[in-house]
DNA sequence: TTTATATTTAACCATATGGTTAAATATGGA
DNA sequence: TCCATATTTAACCATATGGTTAAATATAAA
């Protein structure tokens, strides 16, 4: 079960999911948690967070009562390689890719 | 008048609409070669051609009696940026990355 | 065991989406 | 002028989307 392009694009294309997925970048959280900035329903963020969770942007795990809501760290993959592929990545200035590989050999230096 | 996020991403969430950006990425097409690969009516593609430009992903031309179709260089961008600022483009493999930056210099290099 | 907390399910509603066909509108060519 | 070509507009339809409230469920705590 791998979600579709048009399910990710699609999941990406609402405001209120946007900033979860934000949310979620600092912790992961519990439902109830997520809901609370939004002036909406419990159950209307629940839906979010399935249309996330079927887009293979986060994963829901119960302990108790609580289900925790975290990142899919690999969720955007998909989407980004399209919009690589569709070769347009040359909008990015170069700096900013330099950076980004900067901080990717940061990251992955183990010496 | 600027695109939304949501238009962009909800734009970029049907599969014919993108199949039809990757025909653009070719050459500018007149509205009717653009149907022409979809087994779909006319109007249901001019509806599509529609919400690309919308989104600010291509711009239509009336030329005489056709309307001519291109891609706008920038329409990715917001998303890309958006993307980018989420962080979570070091999912990318660094080698796409680093090729990705010599051809942004050889296409810029003017010597 | 009773009550409170966390969350989902169900039923519903208004509007949006993605398609259709038929008709209207330009414009170009004979 | 008359016909063909290119495209849009209008009216319609089924299903999807994003929200609601009320009720159900499961777990924790008193």
Redesign the pocket.
């Known amino acids: 079960m791998h979600a579709t392009l048009d399910e990710l694009f699609?999941a990406l294309?609402?405001t209120?999911r946007r900033k979860i997925l934000v949310m979620l970048l600092e912790d992961d959280m519990?439902?109830?948690?997520v809901?609370d900035p939004f002036?909406?329903?419990?159950?209307?963020?629940?839906?979010?967070?399935?249309?996330l969770t079927n887009a293979g942007l986060i994963t829901?795990e119960?302990?108790?009562?609580?289900?925790?809501c975290k990142l899919e760290p690999d969720g955007l993959r998909d989407a980004s390689v399209w919009m690589l592929g569709f070769g347009q990545f040359d909008i990015l200035d170069i700096e900013s890719l330099e950076k980004l590989i900067e901080t990717h050999i940061d990251l992955t230096q183990t010496t």
């Open positions: 699609s294309s609402d209120t519990a439902v109830t948690d809901a002036d909406m329903s419990l159950p209307a963020i629940s839906k979010h967070l399935n249309i829901q119960k302990r108790g009562r609580v289900n925790w």
